[in-house]
């Protein structure tokens, strides 16, 4: 449907480098076929395997509303440090501040502004004192060493990809088998820890973190 040099056609290539074809696609309903905008293959992401990544560009309206933009914007606090002794003095502190000075204001004020004060106030130290919460990782044990096994691998692709000679196929095979080695104990490595942690809070009974 689309016009590309024949490297961003095929998406799938032999193990031994020789054979390539199309066997993937995106498929869209013919309502919708004039929003695909481009449909390349794309060779220089790492997946560890024979299929190249396919990217569709979209272009498409999509109506969201008002309430519900709004709901993503909000922070979410880290309320964890509530537990140690010295940030909970220390938001005590701050958010005791905050209130004396709302001592002083005329009692004549908009209440609608005195809320917004309030908020204002108990945001502000919390976000001095706690800070924000951090999202979680979908895989918390990957780290920076992880990050430089991909890169090996990846590159040892790319020159598969550049030159499919034996060698160059031997040494893919060794790559993907190390990576693979590696994240396998590191994953280990951080179920191990997370079992001590939970025996470590069921015996002082840390029911929150539990």
Same mark, same amino acid.
């Given at each position: ?11 799938? %290539?032999?193990?031994?480098?020789? %054979? ?6 995106? *498929? ?21 395997t024979?299929?190249?990544l ?7 309206? *999509? !109506? ?17 440090k *509530?537990?140690?002794p ?9 958010? %005791?501040? @905050?209130? !004396? !000075?709302?001592e002083?204001?005329? +009692?004549?004020?908009d209440?609608?502004? %005195? ?11 919390a ?8 999202l ?7 780290? @920076? ?11 040892? @692709?790319?020159?598969?990809i550049?030159?499919?000679s ?8 060794n790559?993907?088998? +190390? ?8 994953? @280990? ?9 939970? +025996?470590?809070n ?5 029911i929150?973190?539990?």
């Amino acid at each position: 449907m689309l016009p590309h040099w024949s490297i961003h056609k095929y998406t799938w %290539t032999s193990p031994d480098g020789k %054979t390539h074809n199309q066997i993937d696609y995106v *498929l869209i309903g013919r309502r919708w076929h004039s929003c695909v905008m481009d449909v390349p293959s794309f060779r220089g992401a790492d997946c560890d395997t024979n299929h190249y990544l396919v990217i569709a560009k979209v272009r498409e309206r *999509l !109506a969201v509303g008002k309430q519900a933009a709004q709901r993503f914007d909000r922070q979410r606090f880290n309320f964890r440090k *509530l537990n140690e002794p010295d940030v909970r003095k220390q938001y005590q502190i701050e958010i %005791t501040n @905050k209130f !004396a !000075a709302l001592e002083n204001l005329n +009692e004549d004020e908009d209440i609608n502004r %005195t809320w917004e004060n309030i908020k204002e106030n108990i945001q502000t130290s919390a976000k001095e004192s706690l800070g924000l919460h951090e999202l979680k990782q979908n895989k918390p044990w990957f780290d @920076k060493e992880c990050l430089g096994f991909l890169d090996q691998r990846k590159q040892a @692709k790319m020159q598969w990809i550049q030159d499919p000679s034996q060698s160059n196929v031997d040494i893919l095979y060794n790559v993907r088998r +190390e990576v693979s080695r590696h994240f396998r104990n590191k994953k @280990k490595a951080y179920l191990r820890a997370k079992i001590e942690e939970l +025996e470590n809070n069921s015996k002082i009974q840390n029911i929150r973190d539990l």
